[in-house]
T-cell receptor
């Protein structure tokens, strides 16, 4: 069975600083995919970044990057130059080929301080 | 591209009545659609998975007779909450997967959600 764990219920960061959100996962599958989603107060789920497990290179999207440690089953999200608009709930998720069902972590609430 | 809509965005109904929520993929064909429930300050909980033309597969603990899911076409899935009660009040989110060649096959695209309040 797949599991996704986010151990930080809440994080704070100063505007323009860098913050890292942690996520660990467990799966017995070899073909899987990992995601970070942002959920602002509107509650619309917004994809931040995705990572295919077979790719060794860490994914990056502008100010967002991941540190994918496959052996440790760790998938952390780094947000650089934090902005007020980054304040939201962040969910880590995984899926595997076959069912393509997402397993979500419990989420981390990110506060950005001006 | 890859837009998913939900209707209504907010609905209030009386206890004992049924309410239908629609989920549409606007610019792609959704091979699979998913329905989630989210309580305040909690994560998304998968309720069921539906494939076009097939019966939905419900997660353990989800009452299939209370939450009726229909995926009649490649662009529309509906969730009907039957005989709703106050404990069914929640935020319901649908998502869709583009199983074709135009999208990333393993990714889900999320609708904006529907807030259901049962009085």
């Amino acid at each position: 069975a797949q599991t996704v764990t986010q151990s930080q219920p809440e994080m704070s960061v100063q505007e323009a600083e860098t913050v890292t959100l942690s996520c660990t996962y467990d799966t017995s599958e070899s073909d899987y995919y990992l995601f970070w989603y942002k959920q602002p107060p509107s509650r619309q789920m917004i994809l931040v970044i995705r990572q295919e497990a077979y790719k060794q290179q860490n994914a990056t999207e502008n100010r967002f990057s991941v540190n994918f440690q496959k052996a440790a089953k760790s998938f952390s999200l780094k947000i650089s130059d934090s902005q007020l608009g980054d304040a939201a709930m962040y969910f880590c998720a995984s899926t595997t080929s076959g069912t393509y069902k997402y397993i979500f972590g419990t989420g981390t609430r990110l506060k950005v301080l001006a | 591209g890859a837009v998913v809509s939900q209707h209504p965005s907010w609905v209030i109904c009386k206890s004992g009545t049924s309410v239908k929520i629609e989920c549409r993929s606007l610019d792609f064909q959704a091979t699979t659609m998913f329905w989630y429930r989210q309580f305040p300050k909690q994560s998304l909980m998968l309720m069921a998975t539906s494939n076009e033309g097939s019966k939905a597969t419900y997660e353990q603990g989800v009452e299939k007779d209370k939450f009726l899911i229909n995926h009649a076409s490649l662009t529309l899935s509906t969730l009907t909450v039957t005989s709703a009660h106050p404990e069914d009040s929640s935020f319901y989110i649908c998502s869709a997967r583009d199983g074709g060649t135009s999208g990333i096959y393993y990714e889900q695209y999320f609708g904006p959600g529907t807030r259901l309040t049962v009085t």
